[in-house]
């Protein structure tokens, strides 16, 4: 599932920080994030997809951030 503003209530987080980091790349970035279900997305992985995709937008980079991570972990895709 593609993670909105709209969805976020739908995902699992490990905390509210894990959840206002993802909430603010899908606000603020072109990042295009998938999520895999049942699977809680940390602040670890959070922090890292935001510092991905803030630093591309900061440098004018307009492709999609990923978590580069196998889907079959059930994590994270962002991309």
Request: hydrophobic share 35%.
């Amino acid at each position: 599932m593609k993670i909105t503003r709209n969805n976020l209530s739908e995902v699992m987080f490990e905390n509210e920080d894990a959840r206002l980091l993802i909430e603010d790349v899908v606000t603020h970035t072109e990042a295009s994030l998938y999520y895999y279900h049942d699977y809680e997305i940390t602040v670890e992985s959070a922090l890292s997809v935001w510092n991905r995709a803030i630093g591309e937008e900061e440098q004018g980079i307009h492709r999609l951030p990923f978590l580069n991570r196998a889907p079959r972990h059930r994590e994270c895709l962002c991309g």
